[in-house]
């Protein structure tokens, strides 16, 4: 199949595909061997690896998402903070509200 490099191009859509296609060719090879019409059984491992890099690719993007979408509410949360002001330390809110400066 493919380098990881070269399935990182790809959309979700035609991972999707790929590795529908890919564990249809497993499930061959299996069947071949099974009977025993397979003549090379690295590929089976081969396809085994090309599953394995297109799950890699596909959890890449997922942790790439939360990433993406916990920094913007983080973000948020931060300005929530900012809007709250001395309610962290209630006792300058104490010495202003009273008048008191000693």
Known sequence: MAKAATLRT??????F???ESARQELFNLRF???TGQLDN???MSATRRDIA????????RE???AEALAGVSQGSAGLA??????AE???????????DSS
């Open 41 to 43: 059984s690295a590929q």
């Open 81 to 86: 903070g900012v809007s709250q002001g001395s």
């Open 32 to 34: 071949a061997f099974a």
């Open 63 to 65: 942790i790439a998402a």
């Open 89 to 99: 330390n209630p006792a300058t809110d104490d010495a202003a509200s009273t008048g």
């Open 10 to 15: 790809l959309s979700d859509d035609q991972l």
């Open 17 to 19: 595909d790929e590795l």
């Open 53 to 60: 890099r297109i799950h890699t690719v596909l959890r890449e």
